[in-house]
C-alpha cells in the first residue's frame, strides 16, 4: 500500500476534516516562511528586533517598514493549487480551516477560516489606543517599500497604527484560540500543513487531536514529526500535495 493510498484511507471517512496551516501553506505563493529554508524571513532579519512591542517603542518605522513589505508581498501573491484544493474539499465536507498565517490567501481561495490564531497582517489597530483603523493603505509594491517608513497615524488618538499580528511575548487572541482548540475537538482527521511546530502554543494543537485517537496527517517537505505516525508524514509541497488528496476524496 502507497502511503497516499494509507492516508486516503485514513481520510475518506472523515465527516470533518480540521487543517493547522503554518508558513509553508503561502510559500509556494512567494511568501517566505520564517523558517526551514535559506532564504527564510528570520535567516536574514533579528525577530526581536521587528515582531516586538519592545522593537516597536525602540523604532516604529523600522518595524512598520518591513510590515508594510510583507503586506505588499501577501497583495501581489496569489492563492495555489493546494488552497483551491481545500476549497474543494469543503464541498463534500466540512472543513475548519486553523491558520497561524497571518495572510490571507486562504479566505482569498475561498476557504472560511475558522480561526488566525497569529492575528492578521491585515487588521491594522492603534498601537496605543488599540482602535481599528480602517482607513486604507496607498498603494505599493513590495520592491518599492524603503527601509523605514513612518507608520500610519490613528483616526481617535493620533497614535501609531500597528500590523494586527501577535508579536513575541503577546497573548494570543481569545475567540480565535478557542476556535482553534474546539476545531481540534470536533475534527475527524486533521491535516498539519507547512508548520515546523516551534511556536507554542499553536504547536501544541496537533496532540489535541491525537489524543482523541483521529488520525493526523503531516505535509511538509521537512516533517517535523508532528504526525506520530511515519506513514501519515508526507514530505511534499502543499501545492503538490494537497491537489493529489482532494482529487481522491472528493
Ligand atoms: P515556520 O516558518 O516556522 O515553518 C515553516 C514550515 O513550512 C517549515 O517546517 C518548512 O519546512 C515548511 N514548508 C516550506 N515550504 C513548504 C511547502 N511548500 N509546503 C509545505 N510546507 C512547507 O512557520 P510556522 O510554523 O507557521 O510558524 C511561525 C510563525 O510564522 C507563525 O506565527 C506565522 O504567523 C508566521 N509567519 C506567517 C507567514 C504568513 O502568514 N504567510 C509567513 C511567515 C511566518
Ligand atoms: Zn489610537
Do not use: K
Not at 12 to 40: K, Y
Not at 131 to 159: E, F, I
Amino acid at each position: 500500500m502507497t502511503d497516499l493510498q494509507h492516508a486516503i484511507d485514513m481520510l475518506a471517512p472523515a465527516r470533518r476534516i480540521a487543517v493547522l496551516s503554518g508558513a509553508g501553506m503561502s510559500a509556494e505563493s512567494g511568501i517566505p516562511t520564517f523558517r526551514g529554508s535559506h532564504d527564510s524571513l528570520w535567516s536574514r532579519f533579528d525577530p526581536m528586533r521587528l515582531a516586538t512591542a519592545d522593537a516597536w517603542r525602540e523604532d516604529a518605522a523600522l518595524v512598520w517598514a518591513w510590515y508594510r513589505w510583507r503586506i505588499a508581498l501577501v497583495a501581489d501573491a496569489q492563492p495555489h493549487a493546494g488552497h483551491r484544493a481545500l476549497v474543494a474539499l469543503a464541498r463534500t465536507r466540512r472543513v475548519d480551516v486553523v491558520t497561524q498565517n497571518v495572510d490571507d490567501l486562504h479566505e482569498r481561495a475561498g476557504s472560511m477560516v475558522q480561526a488566525h490564531v497569529h492575528g492578521s497582517l491585515l487588521a491594522l489597530r492603534c498601537f496605543d489606543c488599540a482602535q481599528p483603523h480602517g482607513a486604507p493603505l496607498d498603494a505599493m509594491v513590495a520592491a518599492d517599500v524603503p527601509q523605514r517608513l513612518a507608520p500610519p497615524r490613528c483616526l481617535h488618538c493620533g497614535g501609531q497604527v500597528r500590523p494586527g499580528v501577535v508579536w513575541f511575548g503577546e497573548a494570543l487572541p481569545q475567540q480565535p484560540w478557542t476556535n482553534a482548540q474546539q476545531a481540534m475537538q470536533d475534527c475527524d482527521a486533521l491535516l498539519v500543513v507547512g508548520t515546523s511546530g516551534l511556536v507554542q502554543p499553536a504547536a501544541s494543537l496537533p496532540a489535541l487531536a491525537h489524543r482523541r485517537g483521529v488520525p493526523v496527517l503531516e505535509i511538509n517537505p521537512e516533517p517535523a514529526g508532528l504526525a506520530r505516525d511515519p506513514r501519515l508524514r508526507f514530505a511534499a509541497s502543499a501545492a503538490q500535495l494537497l491537489p493529489s488528496l482532494a482529487d481522491q476524496l472528493c
